[in-house]
């Protein structure tokens, strides 16, 4: 197998030392899973073309989720596919979002990753990656026009709702918080 990818070096702004950060295709990183070099249990995503550490999951993370999938699932069964912490195309990425709600697919989309054209909703749930969530992910997904996405910020105990791609990409006037137990 061949993988190009692309070596970007930049400077630390605490010394002089060099960090190497190797940037990937869609296609590269696809390749890596068919191939076995990546894993389901990697706790990876592609991200800006960069394959990213994912945080470990805590008990409240793992349990915001399944309430999440309890409520989503019981709410859209036939009517839209709920994904858990399951991959989504966005642009040339690879997020795993926690939650993801989807157009119906009869298959499940055993044939295709979804891709931003099938989502309806991304839930990322933040205890230790509030700050990622809400910059990175959220201007991501804002790039790629997802239409709705909510940030379930455990330590706080609320959701932060973002539904203007355009707005979420901008600033944050478009949010609203709501409290929530996750």
């Not at 899973?33 to 389901?40: A, D, K, N, T």
């Not at 409520?71 to 195309?89: E, K, N, T």
């Not at 997020?95 to 119906?104: C, K, Q």
């Amino acid at each position: 197998m061949s993988i190009a990818y692309e070596t970007i070096e930049r400077s630390s702004t605490s010394s002089s030392t060099t960090r190497t950060r190797h940037r990937f295709s869609l296609q590269d990183y696809e390749q890596m899973i068919e191939s076995g070099i990546l894993e389901g249990n990697d706790r990876v995503e592609l991200i800006r073309r960069e394959i990213v550490d994912k945080m470990t999951i805590s008990e409240p993370h793992a349990t915001c989720v399944k309430k999440r999938n309890h409520l989503f699932s019981g709410m859209l069964v036939g009517r839209a596919v709920v994904g858990i912490q399951d991959p989504v195309v966005v642009l040339e990425n690879r997020p795993e979002p926690d939650v993801s709600s989807l157009i119906h697919r009869d298959e499940f989309y055993l044939e295709s990753t979804p891709c931003v054209d099938d989502v309806l909703l991304l839930i990322e749930v933040a205890d230790t990656s509030f700050e990622y969530d809400r910059t990175q992910k959220r201007s991501l997904y804002a790039e790629a026009g997802v239409c709705e996405y909510w940030i379930a910020n455990v330590k706080q105990q609320c959701v932060e709702v973002y539904r203007d791609p355009l707005a979420m990409a901008l600033t944050q006037t478009n949010k609203f918080s709501r409290p929530a137990k996750c």
